[in-house]
């Protein structure tokens, strides 16, 4: 709107009565993942999809820096990264997704993510001075190491290791046969747990020998029938002793665990292993393995 009289410019940028002015400005940056970070505007930014001359997808538009000073969680300073890619938004038209070449260092440390060259959709208008870059802080993953702590309980199928396991009220006939598999009442594969579990897991340690599978670590298993019909000494049965129980102890389930060396006067060549074990949960089991060593 001009003047008549009062010289040859506008009074102000907007007609009188006509409200505000239209303008287009980047509200926030919040980073969704380790190296992508979510820029929302106040309205659509245009996109063509093609490198157009105003197209939002286009990642030279876009930086990401680093604010100075800042170290993370992980005691490391701020790593600088490089945009890589810029990406819509499925169901949100205001935002936009910027991808980096790198996982952002982890909060406390920050960055400031800027963008030129950008319109709106329905005002055409650039973006607004002073609304064209957001400060944001990085994010953090950690890789959970496995740790008894965290250890969850655990289910196996069910497959008889013990006599005592062959008197479980199952419904399959083969459950009187030793590693067989079960079934439970609606014809489907049963599973054990709890103490069963636990139990069946530690005697595999126990029987399983050492470097014959492939996908288990070479040091997983005692191998105790390989030890059988050889020489009976005390240092092979203490060697025994000390292998078993450290293979009880490698279970995340188990607290605390105790092997006793038993010997027989009345059967000098075997030798039995008293296996007593708790569980986190406060639960105990105990085994008793004879054998004929010697």
């Known amino acids: 709107m001009t003047t008549v009289g009062w010289g040859t410019g506008p009074i102000g940028i907007t007609p009188w009565g006509g409200g505000p002015l239209a303008d287009f400005r980047l509200l926030s940056a919040q980073p969704v993942a380790e190296n992508i970070v979510r820029l929302t505007f106040n ?6 999809g093609v490198g157009g001359l105003y197209d939002a997808l286009d990642d030279t538009r876009y930086s990401v820096t680093l604010v ?13 990264v490089a945009v890589i890619e810029a990406r819509l938004v499925a169901g949100d038209a205001l935002s936009l997704d910027v991808v980096v070449d790198r996982p952002f260092s982890p909060y406390p440390c920050q960055y400031s993510a800027a963008c030129v060259g950008l ?7 650039p973006l607004t001075v002073g609304y064209t870059s ?5 994010l953090l993953r950690t890789v959970e190491s496995q740790s008894r702590d965290l250890a969850l309980k ?3 199928m069910a497959s008889p290791q013990t006599p005592a396991a062959t008197m479980d009220p199952l419904p399959d006939p083969l459950a009187a046969v030793l590693g067989s598999f079960n079934t439970d009442a609606t014809g489907d594969y049963a599973f054990d747990e709890g103490l069963t579990s636990y139990r069946k897991r530690g005697l595999r340690r ?5 470097r014959k599978f492939v996908f288990l670590p070479p040091e997983w298993g005692v191998g105790v029938m390989d030890e059988l019909k050889r020489t009976n000494n005390a240092e092979r049965r203490e060697a025994i002793r000390a292998d078993i129980e450290e293979q009880w102890l490698q279970e995340p389930e188990t607290a605390e665990c105790s092997v006793t060396v038993m010997t027989y006067d009345n059967a000098p060549s075997v030798v039995g292993y008293y296996i ?3 569980m986190r949960d406060g639960r105990s089991v105990a085994v008793t ?3 004929n060593l010697g």
């Not at 100075?68 to 600088?80: S, Y």
């Not at 957001?134 to 990085?138: C, D, I, L, T, Y």
Request: with cysteine; glycine share 18%; aromatic share 8%.
């Open 43 to 48: 309205e659509a930014p245009y996109s063509d």
């Open 68 to 80: 100075p000073g800042g170290v993370g969680l992980d005691g490391n300073a701020v790593r600088v």
């Open 119 to 125: 319109r709106g959709v329905g005002s055409g208008l």
């Open 134 to 138: 957001a400060v944001f802080s990085g």
């Open 154 to 156: 655990n289910r196996d």
């Open 206 to 210: 126990t029987y399983c020998r050492k």
């Open 276 to 278: 007593k074990a708790k």
């Open 289 to 291: 393995l004879p054998f």
